[in-house]
């Protein structure tokens, strides 16, 4: 798999990135072979192929199209391909790379990045972000990392979020996650790579799992866990404010629910790991914790919800360990 040149894989899934102006505002425009027309003679020292694998606003991903994205990754691994770079939009950017960093399973570099201008805008910011994507891969271990490559920051999949709605600078990963920079044509590394986190094995023919996301505010009203009574909601993720904390009324509540099915507790600041032995009112930590509730530890409510929903897809028995043992590994 080492040879002279190594060989990339451009997979597109549509967003900003290969859209275009139209009269109704930015609409799908640019396949696979039109993002990376000019790569190949920037990198003459990489084999570059490319393929669409859909062409959908990222809002549209599925987790059925991440578990299928995941396998082609890993064919491509088997075929003696090195990395990957990974086109979509950046609305679910965050999660659908955690979700391939937990699914795919061979030691193969994946480099996801998007665009936060048109094609068809002055300063398209695309092209230069697919260049980042293959200077990392030009220069990873292939240890089978996976990243985030925008604005010529490198983040890490486990720690970035999008904090901004239209900057460039969109992406962020705090200290700890900023895995480097692209500085002069070349990957310049900061922190080290990270030790994988444990792999989730899903079978091909596993249902889905619907894990509801609740952001909590102040004088929450509990009614949206009591209308969901009777649906089939396989889990929870509570976006607590604070360090993990809910008004005292929807204890009750989240108790109720803990007993029927996995409850997991994050925090919604935007860093952060949720505390777990500090408050102990009616509604802290302590008291939910106490309750059944599981703590996400670092894990971004977004990013807590794809490791529940893949853990309930796998059918494993022992979701709380696995959660736990890699929202603490992250």
Known sequence: MRGTRRKISVIALGGTIAMADGPGGLAPALDAAQLTAELAAEHAGLDIDWTDFAKLPSANITFADLIRLARTIERLHDDGYHGVVISQGTDSLEETSFAL???VCRPI???????????????????????????????????????????DCVHATRHVTKSHTTALSAFSSGEAGLRGRIHEGRFVAINPPRASLAKVAIQPDAPPAHVE?????????????RAAENASVAGWVIAAMGAGHVPEALVP??????????????????????CTATYGYPGAEIDL??????PAGNLSPLKARVLLTLLLMSGTHAWRDEFTRTASAV
Do not use: Q, Y
């Not at 914790?289 to 599981?294: K, P, S």
């Open 101 to 103: 960093e937990l699914l």
């Open 109 to 151: 570099d994946i480099a996801l990045t998007g665009a936060m201008r048109g094609s068809s805008a002055p300063g398209a910011d695309g092209p230069a972000n697919l260049l980042g994507a293959l200077h990392f891969l030009e220069a990873s271990p292939g240890l089978g990392e996976v990243v985030v490559v925008l604005d």
């Open 213 to 225: 996301l609740v952001s909590i505010a102040i004088d929450h009203s509990p009614w949206i866990f």
């Open 253 to 274: 509540e989240l108790a109720r629910l803990s007993a029927k099915v996995p409850v997991v507790l994050c925090s919604r600041a935007a860093w952060g790991a949720v």
């Open 289 to 294: 914790l106490r309750r059944g509730l599981v």
